[in-house]
């Protein structure tokens, strides 16, 4: 089935890499709202398929969407669009700051009303990367950490089991059979797979002590059948990816086109927050949440996404070269 899923990433990839990142300009924010609509739909009981207690999903017959994975790309769009329209006042006024957190604050309601904690964490991060990258002050970054600091001390007072189960990840071993238990089995994973790893395939923490070994903890899996070697090698791969990206973007800005620019930003960016956390959680230094690795975790979904995002990245590195040899890009 992940080989179906990946032709049709490949297919759906081909298809985005033919179109003119303009479009993409032209058509943020109707894609925002778009995206809006599929939101609040999916909260509908009948329409938002339930999986493990959360309604993420939209069903289409055989096809499902997952709505965060389309929030994560729209989102990167409508964000790089108002830098552009609103670059000058972005650096002159705190409302020009307010505004892309206010539909940021919209889009992260609905998504924790899913419940989707994941994704809502990777869709500000690269939101406050992409920001970030375009020059906005630091002031505004300390206003909205004053505001974070008392949104989580307001869930510690209403909701000490949120609080529990977040920071159970300091200490999973004192309840490695309920709370702990998905990053304990992890962690063997880790120790049994030593330097070198025990082989591919022989894994024996994916056959029935780990869950979603092959989605948020396929990373503990790599480490045990490849060692330290195949982790290290997991890492080099991401880093070089990541780099890529960003060059990409940086090239788009000197060359003044500065929609591709924060859009390739945001995209390499989204990809390198959503590793980062994968493999934070599968090692135990962040609290476990639901987020599958770019690209190698299984999920048509998300590898159909991460299709269209690769496909992106390559389309902007595709019209940088025209542009750098003086030339109009090919329709």
Request: proline fraction near 3%; include cysteine.
């Amino acid at each position: 089935r992940q080989s179906v899923y990946l032709s049709i990433g490949l297919l759906v990839a081909l298809v985005v890499m033919r179109i003119d990142m303009r479009f993409w300009q032209r058509f943020s924010v109707p894609l925002l709202f778009l995206c809006l609509f599929f939101l609040v739909i999916v909260l509908v009981p009948g329409i938002g398929k339930v999986v493990n207690g959360s309604r993420r999903w939209l069903a289409l017959g055989p096809i499902g969407i997952q709505v965060s994975e389309l929030a994560k790309l729209t989102m990167i769009f409508y964000t790089a669009g108002y830098l552009v329209r609103q670059q000058h006042t972005m650096n002159q006024s705190v409302l020009g700051f307010i505004k892309p957190m206010l539909v940021l604050g919209v889009v992260g309601i609905l998504l924790l009303r899913e419940p989707d904690f994941g994704a809502t964490v990777v869709i500000v991060s690269t939101t406050m990367s992409m920001l970030f990258l375009a020059g906005v002050k630091w002031r505004y970054y300390l206003i909205l950490l004053l505001f974070a600091v008392g949104a989580l001390a307001l869930i510690a007072v209403s909701s000490p089991y949120r609080v529990a189960r977040l920071t159970a990840f300091l200490n999973p071993w004192a309840d490695q059979f309920n709370s702990g238990y998905q990053l304990t089995q992890s962690l063997i994973a880790f120790g049994r797979g030593g330097a070198m790893g025990v082989g591919l395939g022989e894994s024996i923490q994916k056959l029935a002590y780990l869950p979603e070994a092959h989605t948020d903890f396929l990373f503990a899996v790599l480490a045990e059948e490849l060692g330290l070697i195949g982790v290290l090698v997991v890492l080099v791969l991401y880093s070089v990816l990541v780099f890529r990206g960003l060059m990409i973007g940086l090239t788009a800005f000197n060359l003044s086109r500065l929609f591709s620019c924060y859009t390739a930003y945001g995209l390499t960016c989204w990809l390198g927050v959503q590793a980062a956390i994968n493999m934070g959680v599968n090692t135990g230094l962040l609290p476990t949440k639901g987020l599958t690795l770019p690209m190698l975790s299984y999920g048509g979904a998300s590898m159909v996404v991460n299709c269209i995002v690769l496909a992106l990245l390559l389309r902007i590195d595709y019209e940088n070269r025209w542009q750098m040899l003086g030339l109009r890009v090919p329709s």
